[in-house]
């Protein structure tokens, strides 16, 4: 491997952690936002979003994709259908973060790619190796012994996985980048979120603005929150293998179980430890057989003489939008 392609995967390295560090961590950030309900957050993070996206575009002049986007009704219609799950995602992840429920919120995006195998199952007939079988199998039996837990099914953490699954199989459909994605979704929540926010102030019911200046800029900064992680994402996932990707994908979640642990403070009794030990093991079992199924592959271009220590520019995998 060359020196220039070692500082590559080195860079690819950083913004991998990077973007995963800063989903993982933004949990912290939420309640800064009170007392602003989580809609009115949610309507801020879409209108903010907007504007920081833009000027983001504006600046590397990357606007030849709109004109091709609005030429085509059927990308369109998936850009909408990508808008509604991903504010259905939003919606409830800020309002799980303010209401006490990190912990049962980065359980969602652990099993998110569990969720993700069993859509590819039934929507798409995808064929699964025996690993996969038995992991969907145990992420199952996590999900019933949580449900005991918590005396009702994980709710929360199963709407989080579902839509984001359901996201990342219109993201697919779509075939957008990162920002240009995060743009067209954002400019169909525009209208609804602004009308909604100016329908909050005409009530007299907004906290932007009535808890100070500092506040307002924290309510405003919502749009580097969501983008920000998103362009170290897509300058990661054309620099390192997506199987790397995938594993660094972990972080986000593990980060957020930390921090619902040790920072908030909330309860983790003996059956959801037994729950979340079993999601553990279905993600572990998942891992070693997409790093075995990889190895393999690898050995196989090898033996046919190609080379498999250049890597190519490969199409990003998806990314949360916490």
């Known amino acids: 491997m060359s020196v220039e392609t070692r500082g590559e995967r080195r860079i690819g390295l950083l913004n991998g952690f990077a973007a995963y560090g800063m989903w993982g961590l933004v949990p912290l950030f939420w309640p800064l936002l009170e007392p602003a309900g ?14 920081f996206v833009a000027i983001a575009l504006l600046v590397i002049r990357r606007w030849a994709w709109a004109g091709e986007l609005l030429r085509q009704p059927r990308r369109l219609g998936l850009i909408a ?34 969720v993700t195998i069993a859509m590819g199952v039934l929507l798409l007939k995808e064929r699964l190796r025996p690993a996969q079988w ?10 019933l012994v949580l449900t ?17 699954a359901t996201y990342g199989l219109v993201k697919k459909k779509v075939n957008l980048g990162g920002l240009e994605s995060l743009a067209a979704e954002t400019a169909i929540q525009f209208l609804p979120a602004l009308g909604y926010l100016l329908w909050l102030a005409g009530q007299g019911d907004m906290a932007f603005g009535a808890e100070g200046a500092g506040h307002a800029a924290l309510l405003a900064a919502t749009g580097v929150v969501t983008a920000a992680p998103l362009v170290c994402f897509g300058a990661a996932a054309i620099r390192v293998p997506l199987s790397t990707l995938g ?45 075995r199924t990889s190895r393999r592959a690898r050995l196989t271009l090898q033996a046919a003489g190609v080379d498999v220590d250049v890597p190519e520019i490969q199409k990003p995998a998806s990314s949360p939008r916490l």
């Open 81 to 114: 259908i990508a808008a509604t799950v991903i504010t259905i995602n939003w919606g409830v992840y800020i309002w799980a973060v303010n209401t006490g429920h990190v912990v049962e919120a980065s359980l969602g995006y652990f099993i998110n790619p569990l």
């Open 148 to 164: 005991i837990g918590y005396g009702q099914p994980p709710w929360i953490s199963l709407c989080l996985a579902f839509s984001f």
């Open 38 to 51: 989580a809609v009115e957050i949610l309507a801020h993070r879409m209108v903010w979003s907007l504007g």
């Open 247 to 291: 594993l660094l994908q972990y972080l986000a979640p593990v980060l957020q179980f930390l921090l619902g642990v040790l920072y908030f403070r909330e309860a983790m009794p003996a059956e959801r430890w037994a729950g979340f030990a079993l999601v553990w093991a279905a993600l572990s079992l998942l891992t070693w057989d997409a790093l």
């Open 134 to 143: 038995a992991a969907v199998g145990i992420g199952f039996a996590a999900v």
